[in-house]
């Protein structure tokens, strides 16, 4: 685990992503660090625990990442990168309907790397960082739910997308994270109406 001393000094910049035997060594390290915070958690997360898992010489992981928040820092860097798009379902309710299932299974999946990746963020600036990071460009990513919306003539196009996106996402977090209320077949379609009918009486206008 980090010291004090550690937390107070940011994570060295994670470094372009080389190929070869470097990237392989990567993607095992990160695939290690997945599997050791979904299993127990940001306080039982060690670069030595995660050396053992991934295979590789410690003195490997600690060159290149340095501390817990450097390998949570790349987590969270690797996972923005991962290809990703809303479904188009033809309907704005269906879109954030299908969005907040997502959010949904995967806070719900055993064990949840959802869950721990945000337990984590209140522990490690550089976690807590990278999360954001994570966070506003999926939100940018959704964005487009907001434009399928204003062309199909189910929004003005004065919307605010981003406003409307954290409306219809909130109370998932709210209640799966915060409240820990037992996830139902619900919750993601009751959210996704309450954000639809707000918008479509021009809430989110700007």
């Not at 080389?18 to 060690?46: C, F, K, M, W």
């Not at 940018?140 to 003539?153: D, F, K, L, N, P």
């Not at 003005?156 to 997308?161: E, F």
Request: hydrophobic letters at 45%.
């Amino acid at each position: 685990m980090r010291s004090a001393a550690d937390a107070a000094e940011p994570a060295p910049p994670v470094r372009s992503r080389p190929g070869g035997r470097t990237a392989r060594i990567r993607t095992q390290v990160l695939d290690a660090v997945t599997t050791e915070l979904a299993e127990h958690g940001y306080d039982g997360l060690s670069m030595d625990a995660v050396a053992v898992r991934a295979g590789v010489h410690r003195a490997t992981v600690y060159r290149r990442w340095q501390d817990v928040g450097g390998l949570l820092a790349d987590l969270f860097d690797a996972a923005s990168n991962q290809p990703w798009a809303p479904r188009d379902t033809g309907s704005l309710h269906g879109d954030l309907a299908a969005l907040n299932h997502e959010i949904q299974d995967s806070f719900t999946q055993e064990p949840s790397l959802a869950m721990a990746l945000i337990a984590a963020s209140f522990r490690s600036e550089e976690a807590a960082r990278a999360l954001r990071s994570l966070w506003d460009e999926r939100y940018t990513q959704s964005e487009i739910i907001v434009e399928r919306a204003i062309q199909r003539g189910e929004l003005p196009s004065d919307v605010d997308a981003r406003a409307l996106l954290i409306a219809a996402t909130a109370p998932l977090y709210h209640h799966l994270v915060l409240l820990r209320t037992p996830p139902g077949p619900h919750l993601p379609d009751l959210a996704a109406t309450t954000a639809t009918l707000a918008a479509s009486a021009g809430a989110f206008t700007r």
